[in-house]
């Protein structure tokens, strides 16, 4: 039921800030600067924060509800390595580092969650566990 709901809220934080990126991006004309500074940090916080923290105080239960194995030290690894693209995203944002390291965060980020999907999608595969949550749920906030 909590990761049901805590999927229910990523993504509508992420349709959120994607609305009012693309609100503050054509504002005044377009300006993709402003939009990506506002629409980065939202996006990264909704998948990666929400992500760590689920793992971190419901990893448990979320890893059952979606089959995977608990009481693992990777899956707190995992947590704590989202958590850390939150912080980054958050810090580069108030201190104006500038759409480079903005960017430059947004696609550790992508990256780090693209290889995890395939890694999901490789094991879902060889074990035959392909369920909704396990083939879909690390794609979800990018659908």
Same mark, same amino acid.
């Given at each position: 039921m909590i990761s049901n709901?805590?999927?229910v809220l990523r993504i509508l934080i992420v349709f959120s800030a994607?609305?009012?990126?693309?609100?503050?991006g054509f504002r005044n004309g377009y300006n993709p600067v402003a939009q990506l500074h !506002? @629409?980065?940090?939202?996006l990264i916080t909704a998948v990666?924060?929400?992500?760590?923290? +689920?793992?971190?105080?419901f990893g448990k239960k979320t890893a059952e509800a979606k089959g995977f194995e608990t009481g693992n030290n990777y899956q707190k690894q995992s947590a704590i390595a989202s958590l850390s693209y939150t912080f980054i995203a958050i810090l580069v944002y108030f201190t104006d580092?500038?759409?480079?390291?903005?960017l430059t965060v947004? !696609? @550790?980020?992508?990256?780090?969650y693209i290889f995890s999907a395939v890694?999901?999608?490789? +094991?879902?595969?060889?074990y035959k566990t392909i369920r909704g949550r396990t083939s879909t749920g690390p794609l979800l906030p990018f659908c």
């Open positions: 709901i805590i999927d994607f609305f009012f990126g693309y609100l503050i !506002f @629409t980065i940090p939202v990666a924060g929400i992500s760590g923290l +689920e793992g971190l105080f580092w500038g759409i480079h390291a903005e947004l !696609f @550790t980020f992508c990256f780090f890694n999901h999608s490789i +094991e879902a595969i060889k």
